[in-house]
């Protein structure tokens, strides 16, 4: 009898609990405000994962009564609200909390500093500018990598709307560029890929006076436009 009852008592501590996360939960989401998952900030991310870890770990805890779990919840939404708070009224200590955005293209030119120093390699470049449906580093005039990991792409201006198209005038179909050099390295797969080796592009690279690969900052090569070359910025 004595066991059916502390089973009643458990699996009623249980709902109490989980019920208790769930509002703490939705509090606090409603706390950091109408953004979606993807524009969460690292802070706000880091403290929805500690919340929900704290919850999962206690919810089925028996040493753990209600009154801590209680403490527990709600002290760690004070902390969560305070820091937002703090955030939103003072600049400095959102400059903190959250960072503030990097340009790591700057009027057309790859600024390898600011790419190296947000962990970013050339790849993950090239993917968020093709997630705004910019293809080429050509095409770029500033790309401001945010403060939620995405990227804000503005485009050269004779590459925006009107197009071509738009204006009646005949256009030919585009292909992906190739990147052949970044930040002073051949990219070799590229180059076997697009049937090309090092010494056609050294040669291409010693038509334009360039002697030194430590002077190219990247190259990107399209059939139809050939080669596109960036040098480091003195």
């Given at each position: 009898m004595k066991s059916e009852e502390g089973g009643t008592v458990m699996y009623l501590q249980i709902a109490s609990k989980l019920l208790i996360g769930y509002i703490v939960l939705f509090l606090i989401t409603r706390t950091l405000g109408k953004k979606s998952i993807s524009q969460l900030t690292p802070l706000d991310f880091i403290g929805t994962l500690l919340l929900s870890e704290l919850l999962g770990n206690a919810i089925y805890d028996k040493t753990v009564s209600i009154n801590y779990f209680l403490f527990a919840t709600f002290f760690w939404g004070i902390i969560i609200f305070l820091v937002e708070f703090s955030s939103y009224k003072w600049r400095k200590i959102r400059r903190v909390t959250?960072?503030?955005?990097?340009?790591?293209?700057?009027?057309?030119?790859?600024?390898?500093k600011e790419l190296k120093k947000n962990k970013v390699d050339m790849q993950e470049l090239m993917e968020m500018l093709r997630a705004n449906n910019v293809f080429s580093i050509h095409d770029v005039h500033y790309g401001i990598l945010e403060n939620n990991g995405t990227m804000s792409v503005m485009q050269k201006p004779d590459k925006e709307s009107p197009n071509?198209?738009?204006?009646?005038?005949?256009?030919?179909?585009?292909?992906?560029p190739t990147i052949l050099v970044a930040n002073g390295e051949i990219i070799k797969e590229n180059l076997s890929k697009k049937n090309l080796n090092k010494q056609w592009l050294l040669d291409q690279l010693m038509h334009e006076n360039i002697h030194n690969l430590s002077e190219v900052s990247y190259v990107e090569y399209e059939k139809e436009k050939g080669l596109f070359i960036q040098k480091f910025s003195k």
């Open positions: 959250e960072g503030t955005p990097s340009i790591v293209i700057k009027k057309g030119v790859i600024d390898w071509r198209k738009d204006l009646n005038i005949s256009y030919r179909e585009k292909s992906i």
